[in-house]
C-alpha cells in the first residue's frame, strides 16, 4: 500500500501561483510512476500532468504547459507540482496518484490516491 496525502491549496487571484505537495509513505516512493489530476464541480477527473519514477520524463495536459511543473524528490518521497499563471478555469480539487509500470494519463490505471486538497483561483 502507498498512501498518499496533497497538500498546498489555497485561494489564488488570477496569475498568481501555488505549489502543491504530495507527500508519499508506505512502500519504496521510487518505485511508482506519479501523476496529478483534477475535478472540477460536475466534471470527470481530468489529467495534469504526471512524472517517471526517476524523474527523467514529464508530461503534460495542454492547458497547463508552460504553467505548471511537475518534479518529484525521491529522497523526501514527495512530488510537486508548481503551478504559475493561475487561471480561473484551473479551479479544482487536484490529486496525486501513484501507480507502477509506467506513466500513463488515464486515472482509471493508477493504484492509490490521495484525499485531494481544493485549489480556487478568483478572477
Known amino acids: 500500500q502507498v498512501q498518499l496525502v496533497e497538500s498546498g491549496g489555497g485561494l489564488v487571484q488570477a496569475g498568481g501561483s501555488l505549489r502543491l505537495s504530495c507527500a508519499a509513505s508506505g512502500r519504496t516512493f521510487s518505485n511508482y510512476d506519479m501523476g496529478w489530476f483534477r475535478q472540477a464541480p460536475g466534471k470527470e477527473r481530468e489529467f495534469v500532468a504526471a512524472?517517471?519514477?526517476?524523474?527523467?520524463?514529464?508530461y503534460y495536459e495542454d492547458s497547463v504547459k508552460g504553467r505548471f511543473t511537475i518534479s518529484r524528490d525521491n529522497g523526501k518521497d514527495t512530488v510537486y507540482l508548481q503551478m504559475n499563471s493561475l487561471k480561473p478555469e484551473d479551479t479544482a480539487v487536484y490529486y496525486c496518484a501513484a501507480r507502477r509500470g509506467g506513466v500513463n494519463y488515464n486515472a482509471r490505471f493508477y493504484n492509490y490516491w490521495g484525499q485531494g486538497t481544493q485549489v480556487t483561483v478568483s478572477s
Open positions: 512524472i517517471s519514477w526517476s524523474g527523467g520524463s514529464t
